[in-house]
C-alpha cells in the first residue's frame, strides 16, 4: 500500500509539473519545487519574467492556485514567485527557446550554436545542446553540439544542470536537451599553482609580523607594569632596612675602635715616661 501512494504521489507531482510549464510557458519557466508543511503546500516558481505569472493585481496566480486546488488535489497550495538570476545559465530556459526558435522555423545548426554561445558568454564551464527528431528529412536523427567541460559520471556529473523541451513543428515533434555545467562547480582537474613570491612581497609580510611582534611586547609591558609599581614600595622599604642596618653596624664599629684607642693610650704613656 505504501509503495502505491508513493507512486501516486508521485505522479501527481509529474502531472502539477506540466500543467504549470503549458500554464507558465510565456514567462520563461525555469523550474518547480514543492514541499509539504504544515499550513500547507508550498510551490515555488523560478521564472524569467515573474510579472506575466502574477498578474494584474494577482489575478492569475489565484486562478493557478485554484486550479491546483480542485483538479489535483493540492491541500491548501501557497505559489511563491521567483526570478532567475541568470537565465542563461537555467538549462530548462534555454531549452525552452530554443524549442521555440525551432518552431518559429530556425535552422536547427544556427540555433544550436547561438544558444551555446549565449550560454558560454554568460560564463558557463561547458555546455552540450541535444536535438533529435526529424531535422531536415523523413528520417529522424540527432545533432549534439558541445563546448568545454560536460561531466557524465562522478560526483561533478551531480552538478549538472539538465532541462527538457519539445519543438512540434510540421514533420514532428523535436526533442530538446540543454545541459550547462555552472561556473561555481570545482572540478576534479583544477588545481590552483602559486608562484614564487618577490622580494617586495616578502619585506611586507615580514614588516607586518615585525608591527605584530611590537605590538604583542607592548601589550606585555603593559600588563608588567603594575605588577613593577606594586614591587615598587616594598623594594625601597627593603633598601631603607638594609641602609639603617648598616648604619648601625657602623656606628657600633666606631664606637668599638674608640673604646679599644682610650684603652690603649695611657699603656702608651706609661711606655714613653719609662
Not at 510579472?51 to 494577482?58: A, F, S, Y
Not at 588545481?191 to 607592548?218: D, F, H, M, Q, T
Request: proline residues 4%.
Amino acid at each position: 500500500m505504501d509503495e502505491r501512494k508513493f507512486v501516486k504521489e508521485n505522479l501527481n507531482r509529474m502531472l502539477i509539473k506540466e500543467f504549470v510549464m503549458q500554464e507558465v510557458r510565456s514567462a520563461g519557466f525555469g523550474g518547480m519545487e514543492i514541499q509539504r508543511t504544515p499550513l500547507g503546500t508550498r510551490i515555488i516558481l523560478e521564472v524569467e519574467r515573474p510579472g506575466l505569472v502574477i498578474g494584474r493585481k494577482g489575478s492569475k496566480i489565484k486562478e493557478l492556485t485554484d486550479v491546483l486546488q480542485s483538479k489535483f488535489g493540492v491541500e491548501n497550495p501557497m505559489i511563491e514567485v521567483k526570478e532567475s538570476e541568470n537565465p542563461y545559465l537555467n538549462a530548462q530556459i534555454m531549452a525552452e527557446k530554443l524549442a521555440s526558435a525551432l518552431e518559429r522555423g530556425w535552422h536547427f545548426r544556427r540555433a544550436g550554436h547561438s544558444t551555446l554561445r549565449r550560454i558560454m558568454e554568460n560564463g558557463a564551464k561547458g555546455a552540450q545542446i541535444i536535438i533529435s527528431g526529424k531535422l531536415t528529412g523523413d528520417r529522424s536523427r540527432t545533432e549534439k553540439f558541445t563546448k568545454g567541460t560536460v561531466k557524465y559520471c562522478g560526483h561533478t556529473a551531480e552538478m549538472v544542470r539538465v532541462g527538457y523541451a519539445t519543438a512540434k513543428t510540421k514533420p514532428g515533434i523535436i526533442g530538446v536537451t540543454v545541459k550547462i555545467m555552472p561556473p561555481e562547480v570545482k572540478l576534479p582537474d583544477e588545481i590552483n599553482i602559486l608562484g614564487p613570491r618577490s622580494k617586495g612581497e616578502e619585506k611586507g609580510e615580514k614588516e607586518e609580523k615585525g608591527e605584530v611582534k611590537e605590538e604583542v611586547k607592548e601589550e606585555k609591558k603593559e600588563k608588567k607594569k603594575p605588577e613593577n609599581e606594586e614591587k615598587k614600595p616594598e623594594a625601597k622599604e627593603k633598601k631603607e632596612d638594609k641602609e639603617q642596618k648598616k648604619e648601625e653596624v657602623n656606628k657600633d664599629a666606631e664606637g668599638i675602635e674608640g673604646k679599644a684607642d682610650k684603652g690603649n693610650e695611657p699603656r702608651g704613656k706609661a711606655e714613653e715616661a719609662q
